[in-house]
């Protein structure tokens, strides 16, 4: 079991640039969940993914932001166009599903997003 | 929707004092009750986790009972060590809210020696 992991681990980028950040879930887990958090905040739900579909996305995440799950594996969460506020950590978590022992979700180190 | 509210921090205590951090929940149905702890620079560690009315978590010390009836899920430790200082965060997960997880702000402990 080698764990959630996330790469980068951390990405300084300028105003305006476009940024891309891999996770790949434990490899049995069916749910992927990205998550924000933000500097003295607890992480804030963006999206998350059942197999491959995109089942809900927060309001949070603007038109800037997308997700995808191809073929139900790793994701990718693409900022388009980053401003400061998106300066953040980017958590992944992955679960196994809906069962009620299996609410537990495994977090990945995350991805510090410095925007400047 | 589901909330998490934790007890403002930050906390600072001297090794070997009792530690005790308060959360409190909402939520729709019976959510799994969780703790996480989280190290500078680090992501969050699983610390403990309850997934039914009175059941007992518990790891390296901590511990935290669900409380329905009070919608509770405290942290508890009765001798904290420097290397415990950390930011915690409660947080709830469930059906009523398709497994995601909802976090309370995090308090920081700072013990000191």
């Known amino acids: 079991d080698t764990g959630v992991s996330q790469d980068p681990r951390h990405k300084i980028t300028k105003r305006g640039q476009n940024v891309t950040f891999r996770c790949d879930p434990i490899?049995?887990?069916?749910?992927l969940y990205w998550y924000r958090q933000t500097l003295g905040q607890g992480p804030e739900f963006l999206t998350y993914?059942?197999?491959?579909?995109?089942?809900?996305k927060s309001r949070l995440l603007s038109d800037r932001f997308s997700a995808e799950r191809p073929k139900g594996s790793f994701s990718t969460l693409e900022i388009q166009r980053t401003e400061q506020g998106d300066s953040a950590m980017y958590l992944c978590?992955?679960?196994?599903?809906?069962?009620?022992?299996?609410?537990?979700?495994?977090f990945g180190p995350g991805t510090r997003l410095t925007v400047l | 929707g589901d909330s998490v509210t934790q007890m403002e921090g930050p906390v600072t205590l001297s090794e070997e004092a009792f530690l005790t951090i308060n959360c409190t929940y909402t939520?729709?149905?019976?959510?799994?009750l969780f703790w996480y702890v989280q190290y500078p620079g680090e992501g969050l560690q699983l610390l403990l986790k309850?997934?039914?009315?009175?059941d007992k978590g518990s790891n390296k010390g901590f511990e935290a009972t669900y409380r329905k009836e009070t919608t509770s899920f405290h942290l508890e430790k009765g001798s904290v060590q420097v290397s415990d200082s950390a930011v915690y965060f409660c947080?709830?997960?469930?059906?009523?809210?398709?497994?995601?997880?909802?976090f309370g702000d995090g308090t920081t402990l700072t013990v000191k020696p």
């Open positions: 309850a997934t039914k009315a009175d």
């Open positions: 978590a992955s679960s196994l599903g809906l069962d009620s022992d299996q609410f537990q979700q495994f």
């Open positions: 490899s049995e887990h069916n749910r």
């Open positions: 947080a709830l997960s469930g059906l009523g809210n398709a497994g995601k997880s909802t």
């Open positions: 993914f059942q197999n491959e579909a995109q089942l809900e």
């Open positions: 939520a729709t149905g019976y959510p799994s």
